[in-house]
Structures are given as C-alpha cells and as structure tokens.
C-alpha cells in the first residue's frame, strides 16, 4: 500500500515525465518546414487586400 | 547603426496579420497534435489562415495573437468534425484505449510508444495535453481557448494524463525518458515539491 504522499509523489513524476514527451512530440512538430503554400497563400491574400 | 538609448516599443502600431507567419509553424505544430495527420493538419491551418485574415478587425490589439489564433484553429476542427460526424463518439478515448496494444514492457518506454498512446487520445485530450503541457500556456488560458472553465481543463488534464499513464503502464519508479542519464532521477527525488 502506498501512502498519501507517495501516491502523490509518484502522480507528480509521472505528470512530468508526461510533460516532457509531450513537449518533444509537440518540438518535433515545430521543427519540420513551413510549407511554402502558407507563405504564398499570406502573400495572395495581401496582395488582394492592396489591390481593393 | 547605433543603438537607441532606450528600447523602442516593441508593440508599435504594427499589423497583425503582418505577424501571422512567426505562427505558423506553432499552428502547424497544434493541428498536427488534433488530427495527427499532416495533409488533414495543412488544411487546418490553411483555413485558420484565411478566416483570421478577415477576421483580424476582431483581434483585439494586444493580446496574445498565438491565443487567438490556436483558437480559430481549434474551434474549425471541432466544427468540421461536427459536420462529418460518423465516427463513434469518445471523448474519454475509452473505446480507442481498450484496443492499445501495450508496450513491451523493460522497463523503458520508447518515443514511439509515448506518440503510439498519444494517438490513441481522443483530440479533446490531446488538445489539452498540448496546450497547458507542450505549448506552454497557463491553465487560464487554455480554458480562454476551449471556451470552459479553469477547473475543466484541470480535470480533463489530468484524465488525459491518467489514460496515458494506464496505456503505458506507467507506474511509480519507472523511468520512461529513453535517454535516462540522471535528469528525470533528480525530478524523482524532488518528492512532491513542485506539484502544482
């Protein structure tokens, strides 16, 4: 049987090792290329706003 | 060029939308952790795009504009998830959980394992896991962007984190950082110190 506090201690480790999985999942993602159709589409759309 | 005695403002009267490409491989990064899939996730962002582009008279100056765009984001998932709804609907995950396979078990848990369970999550769980877990931002205001209160995004924090932890079998004393070099014994031995 755990106690209290070891029950909370191990929720706490385990939130953070969460944690940290979750940031390199979320890391990994931001570290693949923007595709360039959403810099063409940021581009079409100004150049519309300009053109009205 | 010589640098200005004081630091200019940075919040000039600058354009939002001349800002949006510093978000976009945030936003990227978010659609890809609700659809877990990388063309469904392009089209994703490619709408968020549009519809905060006519939409910015309704950004409020000044706020976070990562905020408000994670929230466009978001919310066009959910609706266009709405409209094509078919699939069985699980918030919880408990139907997808119950056909995970579990790790191997030696102790150590691979990367793919922790992304095999995190696919598993239903996008509610996965959304929030990222928002107040990955992305950085407070309970607070990821209950701004989910449209609940503070104590949900807690509560669905914590199941999220719950089904992860039951999927892995993740248990007291096990380490699941596959590079253990000492970092994540330390975290262990800081008891509940930092449990907020």
């Known amino acids: ?52 | 060029m010589k640098t200005p005695s004081k630091t200019a403002p940075e919040t000039e009267i600058r354009d939002p939308r001349d800002e949006l490409p510093e978000h976009l491989g945030a936003l990227r990064a978010f659609a890809l952790s609700l659809t877990r899939n990388g063309a469904s996730a392009d089209d994703l962002v490619q709408d968020t795009i549009v519809k905060a582009w006519s939409n910015i008279d309704k950004f409020e100056k000044g706020t976070n504009l990562r905020a408000w765009l994670f929230t466009i984001l978001r919310n066009t998932f959910y609706s266009d998830r709405r409209k094509r709804k078919r699939e069985v609907a699980d918030p919880d995950g408990v139907h997808a959980a119950s056909l995970f396979e579990k790790p191997a078990h030696d102790g150590r848990l691979a990367m793919s394992d922790f992304v095999r369970a995190f696919d598993q999550l239903s996008p509610e769980h996965r959304e929030v896991l990222t928002l107040v877990g990955a992305s950085g931002f407070s309970y607070e205001e990821a209950a701004g962007m989910m449209s609940v209160a503070v104590g949900t995004v807690k509560s669905r924090a914590n199941r999220a984190r719950a089904r992860l932890a039951e999927m892995l079998e993740l248990e007291e004393g096990e380490d699941i950082m596959s590079d253990s070099d000492g970092n994540s014994m330390a975290v262990m031995g800081r008891s509940g110190v930092a449990a907020a």
């Open chain 1, 1 to 52: 049987m755990y106690s209290d506090m070891a029950d909370e201690k191990s929720k706490s480790s385990i939130k953070e090792q969460i944690n940290a999985n979750l940031k390199r999942v979320y890391e990994e993602a931001l570290q693949e290329e923007v595709p360039d159709r959403f810099k063409d589409l940021l581009a079409q759309l100004k150049a519309k706003e300009s053109g009205k």
